[in-house]
């Protein structure tokens, strides 16, 4: 089977790094080993938008060995979020498993990060452009006023705008009576990513799986001919979730005991 899991932002150990769970981590990945085929890191694994990567190496080095060890074991790939864009697109295809999108044609599965899809996180030319989003920006401004007033800052500032979110999807429906098919795909990310779009045009394009991360929103659903996984998140504040994909079914499980969150039959 194959296992997916996103949006861990392992950080340098400040008051920034939102990441408190090695132990969990290291047990997950004997997990791991022991029951899949493949590994699947969709991004944001570390958190360079407020960290030195070095910084980060060395306050997590536990579980950047299990890592590498792992890779001995089982294959390995890591699929490029926006917080790790750099420097980990520089080694994109160079036989590294390092990609910005994970295809299997043999089970038609499509999954990427799903920053290519959020004009405030996205960067404008892959591969050849360095100009850092908007949302980058935001990030550090975030991260300064976690050292200075508080670690929780960011998720005082998440709780904000999931309630501008709210009242902006409520006036939106109000007053242009948007259909239930548009409400959700505000409900899946809002004006901060194009995901259900994606999601479909991925299935038209003939995937039957298609899995994201970037959203810390941890889903499973139908969506018209296929299925759409979101990895959800490990981060403080979040229920670490995962996704796997067999022979039979698409399940979503917590990480912490595997128990089954939701499953669908392929």
């Not at 699929?79 to 038609?108: E, M, R, T, W």
């Not at 045009?201 to 759409?228: C, D, M, T, W």
Request: net charge neutral.
């Amino acid at each position: 089977m194959k296992i997916f899991i996103s949006d861990l932002h392992l950080g340098d150990g400040s008051r920034t790094d939102d990441f408190h769970r090695d132990k969990e981590l290291l047990s997950f990945f004997e997990f791991v080993e022991h029951n899949a085929e493949e590994l699947i890191i969709l991004g944001d694994f570390f958190e360079l938008w407020q960290a030195d990567l070095d910084r980060v190496l060395f306050t997590h080095n536990e579980v950047i060995s299990k890592l590498l060890k792992l890779r001995e074991k089982i294959k390995v790939t890591y699929v490029v979020g926006n917080h790790d864009y750099v420097p980990f697109a520089k080694f994109v295809d160079l036989g590294l498993g390092i990609c910005l999108q994970y295809s299997d044609s043999k089970k038609n599965i499509i999954a990427e990060h799903g920053y290519q899809y959020d004009i405030f996180n996205c960067y404008q030319n892959p591969l050849r452009s360095l100009k850092q989003p908007i949302g980058r920006y935001f990030a550090r401004i975030i991260g300064v006023l976690e050292k200075l007033i508080h670690p929780n800052v960011d998720q005082w500032a998440k709780k904000a705008l999931q309630g501008i979110d709210d009242f902006g999807k409520s006036a939106i429906f109000v007053r242009n009576k948007v259909s239930p098919v548009t409400k959700e795909y505000f409900d899946r990310g809002g004006h901060f990513g194009e995901f259900q779009e994606a999601v479909q045009s991925h299935i038209n394009g003939g995937a039957k799986i298609v899995i994201f991360g970037h959203i810390h929103r941890p889903e499973l659903i139908r969506q018209g001919k296929g299925i759409y996984g979101n990895c959800g998140s490990w981060v403080d504040g979040s229920t670490p979730t995962y996704i796997v994909c067999s022979k039979e079914k698409v399940e979503l499980k917590h990480a912490l005991d595997h128990e089954v969150i939701k499953y669908l039959s392929l």
